[in-house]
């Protein structure tokens, strides 16, 4: 098996058997698109479903939010061999986890479910919503979803660095 783990404003697809696309969820939403005819399959994590009007938002900002990522998921899907005509989804997320938030999970979802509708997507299954954090993994050759909730809040996604070369020696001494 193959793991890929995808965070918020990524996505990625794949047409191969053994891949395993997986991410972390609380009030983000996952959809998990897949063309069973080609099978192949992926998965994005967006952060919210649309800027709101006044807030200008840069272009690498635009994958944190629905209406961008899932068109970014389709086109990909699109370019290894799927039929929009044929693609299935599962949706997941969608959580009210911290309260006074305004209900920011359940917005997510209502864009999601709308967003389908309006292309014309069937909603295979819909785990949304709810006061748990959940994790996602995506079997998309398969077209398979697991799907479990996180009884702990998630710790923080850890950055680690990336390692510096060190500087070439040339047998001269520079002084600052």
Do not use: W
Request: glycine share 12%; net charge positive; aromatic share 6%.
């Amino acid at each position: 098996m193959r793991r890929v783990a995808i965070v918020q404003g990524e996505y990625h697809v794949a047409n191969q058997q053994g891949v395993v696309i997986s991410t972390l969820l609380g009030s983000c939403v996952a959809a998990c698109l897949q063309d069973p005819v080609a099978r192949v399959g992926g998965m994005n994590h967006f952060l919210l479903g649309e800027p709101g009007a006044d807030s200008p938002v840069s272009p690498t900002e635009m994958q944190r939010y629905g209406i961008h990522a899932m068109e970014l998921l389709i086109n990909a899907l699109m370019q290894r061999g799927a039929q929009r005509s044929r693609l299935r989804c599962h949706l997941y997320g969608g959580a009210n986890i911290v309260a006074g938030l305004g209900g920011i999970g359940t917005k997510n979802g209502e864009f999601a479910r709308n967003f389908l509708r309006t292309e014309s997507i069937p909603l295979d299954h819909c785990d949304l919503g709810g006061t748990q954090a959940r994790k996602v993994e995506f079997m998309p050759f398969e077209g398979r979803v697991r799907a479990t909730m996180v009884k702990d809040q998630p710790l923080p996604v850890v950055v680690r660095p990336v390692p510096v070369a060190a500087p070439q020696r040339t047998g001269e001494l520079e002084l600052f």
